[in-house]
């Protein structure tokens, strides 16, 4: 057994994470708020309960938690559980944050683990549930170079591109500005592809010809032949987790001063998107949003 490990948010990208750490011999103890994550994590042979139960016998402990707002509620409550336990009990513990969090918030909950002598390191991840459920996730760490040293052999259980970014906070940096790149790449995608069709062009053929040429980016040579053009839109990223990473770059760009308008455009357009649609609606389905305004003039 490689040793035991907490995971803290089994859903559409944690449980498949932990499942792999189950096939890399880690020791599981997993918590989510949703029951039914949690029989099938125990059912895939994890070990499940509140982290009170578990927070004693784990030298590590993941989280994979829709927001800031979660990760930093979630991160007082293990402050608390560790630090009212007698010093003598406690041992070395490191948390590491693979959700995708706010920068800022990163550093500030960085100091505070530090206080209690709990080491920390944020690890997001890209590739969404495919790479999650295959183990090959794009991972992206902040933290220092020892802690890093020390999680990565964990975290090549989760992924095979395993960067360390920089300081704490550097993942989620780069992560917030990655999806902003995607969701852009995304947004001018369908709306190019729509067009487009509107003047008689095939989407296949043009995503065959662009994927071709220099406009192919990952939403033209992955999410449209998966996801868009067979209208099944299922990739597994909700439009409402991608609107928060939008968000963040958005602010990141804003607070630097920078004068430029396009993430606070794409921003509004996500927004938009999100009130039009469905609650639970998957990011892609920002393709039939822009049905919704796109003239269908043609020539
Ligand atoms: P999800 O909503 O499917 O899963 C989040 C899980 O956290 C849910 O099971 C929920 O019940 C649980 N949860 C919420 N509050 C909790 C709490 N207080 N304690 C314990 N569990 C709690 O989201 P997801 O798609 O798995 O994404 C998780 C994170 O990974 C997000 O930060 C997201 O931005 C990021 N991410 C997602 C993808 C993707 O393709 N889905 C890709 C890369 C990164």
């Given at each position: 057994?490689?040793g035991?490990?907490?995971?803290i948010?089994?859903?559409?990208?944690?449980l498949?994470m932990?499942?792999n750490?189950l096939?890399?011999?880690?020791?599981?103890?997993g918590?989510d708020?949703?029951v039914?994550a949690l029989m099938?994590f125990?059912a895939a042979?994890?070990?499940?309960?509140k982290?009170?139960?578990?927070?004693?016998?784990?030298h590590?402990?993941i989280?994979?938690?829709?927001?800031s707002?979660i990760?930093?509620?979630?991160?007082d409550e293990i402050?608390?559980?560790e630090s009212?336990?007698?010093?003598?009990?406690q041992?070395?513990?490191m948390?590491?944050?693979m959700?995708?969090?706010?920068?800022?918030?990163?550093?500030?909950n960085?100091?505070?683990?530090?206080q209690?002598?709990?080491?920390f390191v944020?690890?997001?991840?890209?590739?969404?549930?495919?790479?999650?459920?295959e183990?090959?996730?794009?991972?992206?760490?902040g933290?220092?170079?020892?802690h890093?040293q020390?999680?990565?052999?964990?975290?090549s259980a989760?992924g095979?591109n395993?960067?360390?970014?920089?300081?704490?906070?550097?993942?989620?940096?780069?992560?917030?500005?990655?999806?902003?790149?995607?969701a852009s790449?995304l947004?001018?995608s369908?709306e190019?592809?729509q067009?487009?069709e509107s003047?008689g062009?095939e989407?296949?053929?043009a995503?065959?010809v662009?994927n071709q040429?220099?406009g192919?980016?990952g939403s033209?040579?992955?999410?449209?032949?998966n996801?868009?053009?067979t209208?099944s839109y299922?990739?597994?990223f909700s439009?409402?987790?991608?609107k928060?990473d939008?968000?963040m770059?958005?602010?990141l760009f804003k607070?630097?001063?920078?004068?430029?308008s396009l993430p606070?455009?794409?921003?509004?357009?996500?927004?938009?998107?999100?009130?039009a649609?469905?609650?639970e609606a998957?990011?892609?389905?920002?393709?039939?949003?822009?049905?919704?305004?796109?003239?269908?003039?043609?020539f």
């Amino acid at each position: 057994m490689n040793g035991n490990i907490g995971f803290i948010g089994l859903g559409k990208m944690g449980l498949p994470m932990a499942k792999n750490l189950l096939k890399n011999h880690y020791n599981v103890f997993g918590t989510d708020v949703n029951v039914d994550a949690l029989m099938e994590f125990k059912a895939a042979g994890g070990n499940t309960g509140k982290f009170d139960e578990w927070i004693s016998d784990v030298h590590s402990i993941i989280l994979m938690l829709p927001s800031s707002a979660i990760v930093n509620k979630v991160l007082d409550e293990i402050i608390s559980s560790e630090s009212s336990r007698p010093k003598a009990n406690q041992k070395e513990l490191m948390v590491i944050d693979m959700s995708s969090s706010y920068p800022r918030d990163t550093k500030e909950n960085s100091k505070k683990l530090e206080q209690s002598q709990i080491s920390f390191v944020d690890a997001p991840v890209s590739g969404g549930v495919k790479k999650a459920v295959e183990g090959t996730l794009t991972i992206m760490a902040g933290g220092t170079a020892d802690h890093f040293q020390k999680c990565k052999r964990l975290l090549s259980a989760m992924g095979t591109n395993i960067f360390h970014v920089g300081p704490i906070g550097s993942g989620h940096l780069i992560k917030a500005i990655n999806n902003y790149l995607s969701a852009s790449h995304l947004l001018a995608s369908c709306e190019a592809v729509q067009l487009l069709e509107s003047f008689g062009v095939e989407p296949d053929q043009a995503i065959n010809v662009i994927n071709q040429s220099t406009g192919r980016s990952g939403s033209t040579e992955y999410k449209f032949p998966n996801f868009i053009l067979t209208e099944s839109y299922d990739s597994g990223f909700s439009l409402d987790l991608i609107k928060k990473d939008i968000g963040m770059a958005n602010q990141l760009f804003k607070d630097s001063g920078a004068a430029t308008s396009l993430p606070e455009i794409v921003f509004q357009k996500y927004s938009e998107a999100s009130n039009a649609l469905d609650k639970e609606a998957d990011h892609t389905e920002i393709n039939k949003f822009v049905s919704s305004y796109l003239l269908k003039g043609g020539f």
